[in-house]
Antibody, heavy 120, light 110 residues
Framework: QLQLQESGPGLVKPSETLSLTCVVS??????????WGWIRQPPGKGLEWIGS???????YYTPSLKSRVTISVDTSKNNFSLKLTSVTAADTAVYYCGRAGGYPSQIDFWGQGTLVTVSS | QSALTQPASVSGSPGQSITISCTGT?????????VSWYQQNPGRAPKLMIYEGSKRPSGVSTRFSASKSGNTASLTISGLQAEDEANYYCCSYAGGSTLVFGGGTKLTVL
């Protein structure tokens, strides 16, 4: 069974860079035709798609975050990462990693999520 | 790319049917039949309930169904059960390998 697990600092200072990693077990990132993506959810609010990386290495970001986001993959460690620069309190959220099938069109496997708080 | 529009809340009694709407634009729902629906319980990750408009993943109850008309997608839950109480999110492919979510709907089973 595929499993995803997010890891990274739970507290980031304003203007700094948020960095998270998603470790994938039970399946290979490189030997797949899926998108590996990040989604966030501010406390008490809805879900927001951040972006994804295809197994071939192409990246796709939501327009509102595109200037601050980088998603990369490390096939040797079977994980992928998120970097979000110049964070503010508005970036405080639970961050989920997920596997997306289709174009992508649906997220069929999710990590448990990790809360990242932006505060000094 | 704006968030899809969902009602903030819906409610129904056990055994009844409810429908949650999800309105987008001609850039997402209106063009692509690639809407997915997720169920989220408090403190938990979302769970995929419907994909590619109306398909159910293995293990999802047949009480969950979905459809689309124009720029609006709908999720229907029939035979409402207490365990269905949760937040529901719609999501649509929006071109360029990007997705857009709805704001979420809280379902209360009375």
């Amino acid at each position: 069974q595929l499993q995803l697990q997010e890891s990274g600092p739970g507290l980031v200072k304003p203007s700094e860079t948020l960095s998270l990693t998603c470790v994938v077990s039970g399946g290979s990132i490189s030997r797949s035709t899926f998108y590996w993506g990040w989604i966030r959810q501010p406390p008490g609010k809805g879900l927001e798609w951040i972006g994804s990386i295809y197994s071939g290495g192409s990246t796709y970001y939501t327009p509102s975050l595109k200037s601050r986001v980088t998603i990369s993959v490390d096939t040797s460690k079977n994980n992928f990462s998120l970097k979000l620069t110049s964070v503010t309190a508005a970036d405080t959220a639970v961050y989920y990693c997920g596997r997306a099938g289709g174009y992508p069109s649906q997220i069929d496997f999710w990590g448990q999520g990790t809360l990242v708080t932006v505060s000094s | 790319q704006s968030a899809l529009t969902q009602p903030a809340s819906v409610s129904g009694s056990p055994g009844q049917s409810i429908t949650i709407s999800c309105t987008g634009t001609s850039s997402d729902i209106g063009t692509y039949n690639l809407v997915s629906w997720y169920q989220q319980n408090p403190g938990r990750a979302p769970k995929l309930m419907i994909y590619e408009g109306s398909k159910r993943p293995s293990g999802v109850s047949t009480r969950f169904s979905a459809s689309k008309s124009g720029n609006t997608a709908s999720l229907t839950i029939s035979g409402l059960q207490a365990e269905d109480e949760a937040n529901y999110y719609c999501c649509s492919y929006a071109g360029g390998s990007t997705l857009v979510f709805g704001g979420g709907t809280k379902l209360t089973v009375l």
